[in-house]
């Protein structure tokens, strides 16, 4: 389904080159189902309506589409992150926002301003793997985030992989921990918009706008594939961010963002964001109740939003041994080591997707892996 190999799928593995190559591997097998990855619903991407903006801005010289543009991006695309951010409490300017290359680059940009090589980054005990193989590249150090830090990644409104929310007590207490340090805040808010049974929580640039930079995407909401994400920062960053994206990259791609600034103002992105959160709601009750049925021994809590469910099974051992059997089974998932700074951390966990398969090879899914498991304990 996803072409032999999807470099997304290697996203967030880097730190470990055998499960870097067990994936790519899998990923090329046909007929698997894909538990892992955890790639958004091509049945979701608004192709019609990309393709009539697409043939508005490609033939309209005043579109600027195919030209060079500012360092900071399209000043209608900031201004509707504005707009956006607002809905979530939190007054900022256009000036504050930066279009990047994806969420992606966000993070390396705040990354790259923020921290010297050594520096201390509180992390969840488990998140996202790509801000994770990022710190690692930059000499930075992922630590609890109990202990004292020179900075904080945090995803308060849905984190990856639990799909879970920071209680008002967590974050007042990372906002007053910030104030009295002077640790900044990366506020990774790439899932925030896909929730299930409730409108996304504030943003803490709503409580903060001294520490805290905010990391947003179009990758979950529309599409991955046409590299659009943004950074807010603190006023006193602006030019060192700008300065560093020039220096980076120039900008971010003008087709993609006239292209996305036509499709907005065609379209209505929160009709659409809602009905990606009803869809991706309706993946993740059916994965649940798959996983009650077939593996009753996997605890979960069930997500509040996102793509992916975290599972604890009650296996010691590797868990890349057991994505091996799994792949046997036809089937595969993220392994819980790529999401953990503790490599040594147990026991044996699975991130599984429920976004990229349809209700069917999900059950299907699941029963594969429920025999990779029994497989697994019995080796
Ligand atoms: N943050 C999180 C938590 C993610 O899961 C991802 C994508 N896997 C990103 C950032 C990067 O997203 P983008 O495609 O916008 O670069």
Redesign the pocket.
């Known amino acids: 389904m996803h072409g032999a190999l999807s470099p997304t799928f290697a ?1 967030g593995h880097g730190v470990d080159g055998r499960i870097d190559q067990l994936v790519r591997k899998g990923a090329a097998v046909d007929g698997m189902i894909t538990l892992g990855g ?1 790639l958004p619903a091509g049945e979701l991407f608004p192709r019609r309506a990309l393709s009539s903006s697409f043939l508005r801005v490609i033939s309209d010289p005043r579109a600027d589409a195919l030209q060079y543009g500012w360092a900071e991006g399209r000043e209608g695309l900031r201004t509707w992150v504005t707009e956006r951010l607002r809905k979530r409490g939190a007054e900022v300017n256009a000036e504050d926002v930066l279009i990047t290359s ?3 680059q966000a ?1 390396a940009l705040a990354a790259q301003v923020l921290f010297k090589r050594g520096a201390r980054i509180g992390c969840d005990a488990e998140t ?1 793997p ?1 801000a994770l193989d990022l710190f690692e590249a930059r000499g930075l150090t992922p630590v609890a985030a109990e202990k004292d830090v020179d900075g904080f990644y945090v ?1 308060p409104a849905v984190s ?1 992989p639990h799909g879970g929310s920071m209680s008002e007590e967590a974050r007042g207490k990372l906002l007053a921990r910030a104030r009295a340090t002077g640790a900044a805040i990366v506020e ?1 808010d ?2 925030a918009e896909i929730r299930f049974h409730s409108a996304p929580p504030r943003s803490l640039l709503a409580d903060d706008r001294e520490h805290v930079f905010h990391v947003g ?1 179009i ?1 979950k909401t529309l599409c ?1 594939g046409m590299r659009v ?1 943004w950074l807010v920062v603190p006023p006193r960053y602006r030019q060192q961010v700008l300065d560093a994206k020039q220096t980076e990259d120039l900008q971010s791609n003008s087709l993609a963002q006239v292209l996305l600034e036509d499709f907005l103002a065609h379209n209505d992105y929160g009709v659409l964001v809602e009905r990606a959160s009803r869809f991706y709601g309706r993946r993740a009750r059916h994965l649940a109740r798959a996983l009650k049925r077939r593996m009753p021994e996997l605890r979960f809590v069930m997500p509040e939003g996102g793509f992916t469910l975290w599972a604890e099974t009650d296996l010691a051992g590797d868990d890349r041994e057991l994505l091996e059997t799994a792949h046997a089974h036809g089937v595969c998932f993220d392994p819980g080591r790529s999401f953990r700074f503790d490599k040594q951390a147990a026991p044996i966990a699975m991130r599984i997707s429920f976004a990229t398969e349809p209700a069917t090879k999900i059950t299907e899914g699941v029963e594969r892996l429920a025999r990779a498991v029994a497989a697994y304990r019995k080796r």
């Open positions: 996203t955890g994806g969420a992606q993070l996202y790509g995803m990856n990774d790439a899932y995407t990758s991955p994400g």
